[in-house]
């Protein structure tokens, strides 16, 4: 059977799963709308989160960033995980006593202010949508690369899938249906990723083959892969793969960055949320743990993945003449993810330096491409008299090197696997992203729907009002999100950093000193939120689209690290001004932090105000 | 523990003990968190990369950002669910 015909077919099956999920878990009330009715037991919570969390960004490009960063791909894969244990340890469990449908709901309750409510809803609309327009976007071009078929058509097949099983079964079907995508795409990782290992060194687990030796090669001298890595790359003049702060990754950087994910990991309300859905404290831990340990599962694997396509990569393409190129560089060459422009010599030469014959097609308009390639032509033919070298070009629009997409998605076939394992990665991207994707959109259907209508708007709403508001704004939510995919803001990439940032200056800190402390009042709080908040999209806005030069040299992507000290440093300064938070409020943070059924466990019918 | 008084009546009771030792709990393992993360993953990371890893090819530095560190998270937060467990389950007995 053709790739196309096996993705046809792991595609159809598994979206006839998720949907045949749907329709078992379909539920009536809000409370199974917004927290599947609390009944999820710890590992499928766990599973269901983990799959929540992996987007398409992680299953698709972060094997790549990795590839091309070596030592500094450690800050996503450190700074997406040990966001969890600061969940676990400061969040989880208290926001799960508190039990409440939001997050927006716990700030809102514990500041007594509707102001920190509203911020807060603000925050996690924009945060959410930042997100699922990357996600779309991600479904129409697994579509578009394994099915040939139109990127939109990909979206808006998507955009249907998504729409009818959240909107059937909320938070409950979104749930059961994360826990079968978790299945599918880990198994699509995991497989190709093993069968690399076996290739490249023999070894099983592709943990044990990246520490591993290359499997001998006509009696050669063993070597370690990450060695002779490093040696491939010292030879082609890129700095070693392992080696630490290489520029621009300096310390400080790898240090800000690594530490904003983190705690924005730990300040997502998408994750939050997840953890509102157990029955108990107790389940609430264990479905933290459960949660990184699947997502460990990915992540240890990554850095396998991506150092073994580094080593496939540089083999399979340098020296080579156009006869002698792999099969995956014609396939992929078609997708503008990785190019080879000649220096004249008739070999291809992946290098670091101005000999560089490797580039990629970013997003320069088809035209535009000829043209270069035409006068690349004339200019070899001509012995550099007349056209233009088209490598210059390039270099300077930043486009060296291939794609980092290319990795995941192009490395099955550089292994010459099977060509089923290949369409198990389309159905594993598509899983990834689709997973994420409704995560997302329940986040903004409760921040509209329960934070802004149900306790802002219009408090005497019924449960049927409210239950239809959710599904109405879920609607609406995939449509938008469907619109972001087609019609892609170019800007969509740049402010994922935003989504972290925002998250780590803003919830982070105002969740973790509500459970914490009892002296902390409402304008302390607020006025943090809004320090946190407006330093970092200061900083974000002004160097990524005003050119504004960078201070110290700090990525924005780390700047949500000092935007959460700001908020830390302006609350607990305010703090001993403003009086202290009302008696009811003080009781409320003891009983979060009371041991379970020490005392009566706050219900969700009757909390107060609720 | 039975012995342990049950009331939250003042300082030093059953509740106030609890908060303290979830609070010790925390601290201890967050400190962990942030020497094999930002440790030994990020400052030491140049150091330690002189060693590798017994028996592997692993740069020890770039061993603890691609692998250890989040091995140790895990570890953690298993660690963490487990004292917790247990201390909940020995302050709850008389309440319920």
Redesign the interface.
Known sequence: MSVQAWTYLFVGLTFGLYLTIAWLSRVRDTRGFYVAGQGVPSGANGMATAADWMSAASYISMAGL?STMG?A??VY??GW??G???L???IA?YLRKFGSYTVPDFVGDRYESNVARLVAVFCAIFVSFTYVAGQMRGVGIVFSRFLEVDINVGVVIGMVIVFVYATLGGMKGITWTQVAQYWVLITAFLIPAIAISIRLTGSVLP??G????LAASGGAEPV????RLNQIHADLGFAEY????VAPWD?LN??LV??AL?VGTAGLPHVIVRFYTVKS??AA??S??WA??FI?ML??TA?ATAAFARYFMIDSLNGRTAEQLPEWFGNWEQTGLILWLDDGDGRVRYAAGEDNEVFRNGTLAAAELASMRAAHQQWLDTDGAAGADGRVRLREAGLSGPDRDIIVLATPEMAELANWIIALVAAGGLAAALSTASGLLLVISSSVAHDLYYRILNPAATESQRLRVGRTVIGAAVVVAGLFGIFPPGFVSQVVAFAFGLAAASFFPAIVLGIFSKRVGTVPAVSGMLTGISFTAFYIIATVFFGMERWAGIDPQGIGSIGMGLNFVVTLGLTRFFPPPAEETRRLVDRI???????AAVRIETAPSH | MSSEPKT?AGPGTS?AG??RR?LGI?VT??FL?ASA??GA???L??RL?AYT?PG????L???F???G???A??L???V??IL??R??SR??GG??
């Open positions: 990795i030592y791909g450690g894969l450190m995980t040990g969890f244990v600061l676990a340890l400061l469990p943990q044990a990246l520490g591993g030796e370690y892969l990450l060695e392992t080696a630490a702060f310390k790898v240090f690594a530490l983190m404290v107790r831990r264990w933290a743990f990184l340990f460990a992540y240890l850095p932090r009371a041991p379970e059924r020490a005392g | 939250d509740l609890y908060w979830n925390m393992l967050l968190w993360g930002l993953g990020v400052l990371a140049d990369n890893l592997t090819g692993y740069p530095g770039f061993w950002a691609h692998q560190a989040i091995i998270f895990v953690l937060i298993l963490y669910c917790m467990n201390l909940d302050h709850r309440a319920d």
